[in-house]
RNA sequence: GGCGCAUUCGUCUAGGGGCCUAGGACGCCGCCCUCUCACGGCGGUAGCACGGGUUCGAAUCCCGUAUGCGCUACCA
């Protein structure tokens, strides 16, 4: 059978890490099968939707090239993929439940339900709250029709036995049914939960492998019997480890950039994003790290994939991107630092010579972002920072430096960056001074700060007159 | 509280009875390279949660304990 998979997100907010992992997961899975690869989107939650979400979604997905066959975007043969439209598919299956005697109508009120939860949470019977309306008499019911009170519908799980579930990542798990309560199906206002339309829709997209997060395992059981109620079939699950924070609990806001679009301002590139979440939990051969979209999807199989929680490591997705960014072929790294300086609408976007620069900064970026601190003051004319200005006005040395790299420089003929060593190490052998005594207020002068990149490339950018202007303007800084 | 999942260096992981005096990677430390910062090279640090079994032999299998996480919603 042809594989089917779906990446089913809620429009909440920002696609999360996690989010991507799991979508990850499904589009390797589909690839490498040659399956179909289902975008839904889950919107019964009208309270909890963020604006623009879906969008934003997309846009997040296709920035990681993962395309999905069929979605709200780019349709398909069992659409609609918003569950928002699909609302009479929900009430229809809802019909037949009642019919069959499957679901049944409950008049609790919220108060009231819970007040219940309270007195069961000890028990013996904590799942007995749930069923309090199940086998409502036809005088109850006419009462509470009477009254006016709301009803929602209640799937009637059976009070015994188990139901076992063969997770392809954690093997057989089994559920007794005695514990799992009356699920919930449509609300007081008639909308479809979660826990209906997920796996009505599962089913009639024809979906064969469901693969998400370890926290929708406990709804597994209630899922496959409702879809077994409807006469369907149910997919076969593999349920991942959450991705956790350094302090152990669900990666969130509170533990710095977690969702794509902030990895994208950040400037990392979207193949070391997809190859480190790729290893997020799951692993080739324990050695090879780095491994293409490609590769990945060559290799990737639910067996390799690690039950145990991962905590997120922010330090290892930096040197992978740096390691992808410094793979780059100049041609290619100076494209992708364009499109980043353009989508963060940077004012060193527009610049020209960008591309000159590729090789002054490319070793040493670990993400593009860092790119205007490092040069940004060789594009444009910045202020200097203040600490190193304040350094240079120390350095007994600088008045000395500063006024022969001044004469060194102004005839100096090619002036390109090895005319410019060139040049400058004779100012070193004539004042008698080691290159890194001589060349840091050198440096301070031409680049504004301490760290920069480097120093005979860097004057050979800006070229003689401008070089010159900043010798001299930090020679005014110091004394003698 | 109940149910479920998980547990190998700080972190991501390899390992599925003898190949393990536990391998790789990030990080960290040291050295080298060096015009700063990086890159790169070399070396080092550090781990099988605990307790019982099973077995000639256990990181690997079983049981228990502990800990973490998830679920226990008219959220998903």
Request: overall charge negative.
């Given at each position: 059978?042809?594989?089917?998979?779906?990446f089913a997100?809620?429009?909440t907010?920002?696609?999360?890490?996690?989010?991507?992992?799991?979508?990850?997961?499904?589009?390797?899975?589909?690839?490498?099968?040659?399956?179909?690869?289902?975008?839904?989107?889950?919107?019964?939650?009208?309270?909890?939707?963020?604006?623009?979400?879906?969008?934003?979604i997309?846009?997040?997905?296709d920035?990681?090239?993962?395309?999905?066959?069929?979605?709200?975007?780019?349709?398909?043969?069992?659409?609609?993929y918003?569950?928002?439209?699909?609302?009479e598919?929900?009430h229809?299956?809802?019909?037949r439940?009642?019919?069959?005697?499957?679901?049944?109508?409950?008049?609790?009120?919220?108060e009231?339900?819970?007040?219940?939860?309270?007195?069961?949470?000890?028990?013996?019977?904590?799942?007995?709250?749930t069923?309090?309306?199940?086998?409502l008499?036809?005088?109850?019911?006419?009462?509470?029709e009477?009254?006016?009170?709301?009803?929602?519908?209640?799937?009637?799980?059976?009070?015994?036995?188990?139901t076992?579930?063969?997770?392809l990542?954690r093997?057989?798990?089994?559920?007794?049914?005695?514990?799992?309560?009356?699920t919930?199906?449509?609300?007081?206002?008639?909308?479809?939960?979660?826990?209906?339309?997920?796996?009505?829709?599962?089913?009639?997209m024809?979906?064969?492998?469901?693969?998400?997060?370890?926290?929708?395992?406990?709804?597994?059981?209630?899922?496959?019997?409702?879809?077994?109620?409807?006469?369907?079939?149910?997919?076969?699950?593999?349920?991942?480890?959450m991705?956790?924070?350094?302090?152990?609990?669900?990666?969130?806001?509170?533990?710095?950039?977690?969702?794509?679009?902030?990895?994208?301002?950040?400037?990392?590139?979207?193949?070391?994003?997809v190859?480190?979440l790729?290893?997020?939990?799951?692993?080739?051969d324990?050695?090879?790290?780095?491994?293409?979209?490609?590769?990945?999807?060559?290799?990737?199989?639910?067996?390799?994939?690690?039950?145990?929680?991962?905590?997120?490591?922010?330090?290892?997705?930096?040197w992978?991107n740096?390691?992808?960014?410094?793979a780059?072929?100049?041609?290619?790294?100076?494209?992708a630092?364009?499109?980043?300086?353009?989508?963060?609408?940077?004012?060193?976007?527009?610049?020209?010579?960008?591309?000159?620069?590729v090789?002054?900064?490319?070793?040493?970026?670990g993400?593009?972002?860092?790119?205007?601190?490092?040069?940004?003051?060789?594009?444009?004319?910045?202020?200097?920072?203040?600490?190193?200005?304040?350094?240079?006005?120390?350095?007994?040395?600088?008045?000395?430096?500063?006024?022969?790299?001044v004469?060194?420089?102004?005839?100096?003929?090619?002036?390109?960056?090895?005319?410019?060593?060139?040049?400058?190490?004779?100012?070193?052998?004539a004042?008698?001074?080691?290159?890194?005594?001589?060349?840091?207020?050198?440096?301070?002068?031409?680049?504004?700060?301490?760290?920069a990149?480097?120093?005979?490339?860097?004057?050979?950018?800006?070229?003689?007159?401008?070089?010159?202007?900043r010798?001299?303007?930090?020679r005014?800084?110091?004394?003698?």
């Amino acid at each position: 059978m042809a594989v089917r998979v779906r990446f089913a997100p809620s429009p909440t907010g920002f696609l999360h890490v996690g989010g991507v992992r799991t979508a990850l997961y499904n589009w390797l899975f589909a690839r490498h099968h040659g399956g179909t690869a289902v975008l839904r989107i889950e919107d019964t939650d009208t309270e909890r939707e963020a604006a623009g979400a879906i969008e934003q979604i997309q846009r997040s997905l296709d920035w990681l090239g993962l395309d999905f066959d069929e979605s709200p975007a780019a349709g398909g043969a069992h659409g609609p993929y918003r569950q928002s439209e699909r609302m009479e598919r929900y009430h229809g299956a809802v019909e037949r439940l009642l019919e069959a005697g499957h679901a049944y109508r409950c008049y609790q009120t919220p108060e009231e339900l819970e007040a219940a939860r309270d007195r069961a949470r000890h028990t013996d019977d904590p799942a007995a709250p749930t069923r309090l309306h199940r086998e409502l008499t036809r005088e109850q019911v006419a009462r509470f029709e009477a009254e006016g009170r709301p009803a929602i519908i209640r799937f009637r799980t059976p009070l015994e036995g188990e139901t076992v579930v063969e997770d392809l990542v954690r093997g057989r798990i089994a559920f007794e049914h005695r514990l799992l309560g009356d699920t919930v199906l449509l609300r007081g206002g008639g909308a479809p939960t979660y826990q209906l339309a997920n796996p009505l829709d599962d089913m009639e997209m024809g979906i064969t492998h469901v693969i998400r997060g370890e926290d929708l395992l406990p709804s597994t059981p209630r899922q496959r019997l409702l879809v077994e109620a409807l006469g369907g079939a149910f997919p076969q699950t593999a349920h991942l480890s959450m991705i956790l924070g350094g302090d152990k609990k669900r990666l969130s806001k509170r533990h710095g950039a977690a969702s794509v679009e902030e990895f994208r301002a950040a400037g990392y590139v979207p193949q070391a994003l997809v190859n480190f979440l790729a290893l997020c939990g799951w692993s080739w051969d324990g050695e090879t790290e780095i491994m293409s979209l490609a590769e990945l999807v060559e290799r990737f199989s639910l067996d390799r994939v690690n039950p145990a929680p991962a905590v997120f490591d922010h330090e290892k997705l930096a040197w992978m991107n740096g390691a992808y960014l410094r793979a780059l072929d100049a041609g290619a790294y100076a494209t992708a630092l364009r499109a980043h300086l353009a989508d963060q609408a940077s004012p060193l976007a527009g610049a020209e010579r960008l591309d000159e620069l590729v090789p002054l900064v490319q070793e040493k970026l670990g993400a593009l972002g860092e790119f205007d601190a490092l040069v940004g003051s060789l594009v444009e004319s910045r202020d200097p920072d203040p600490e190193a200005w304040a350094r240079l006005a120390q350095d007994a040395n600088a008045a000395a430096v500063l006024d022969a790299a001044v004469s060194a420089l102004t005839d100096l003929e090619p002036f390109g960056a090895e005319q410019v060593e060139a040049a400058l190490r004779g100012v070193c052998e004539a004042l008698e001074l080691k290159p890194r005594q001589a060349f840091q207020p050198i440096r301070i002068a031409i680049a504004g700060s301490t760290v920069a990149a480097g120093l005979y490339e860097s004057i050979a950018f800006l070229g003689r007159d401008e070089s010159l202007v900043r010798l001299a303007r930090a020679r005014t800084a110091v004394a003698g």
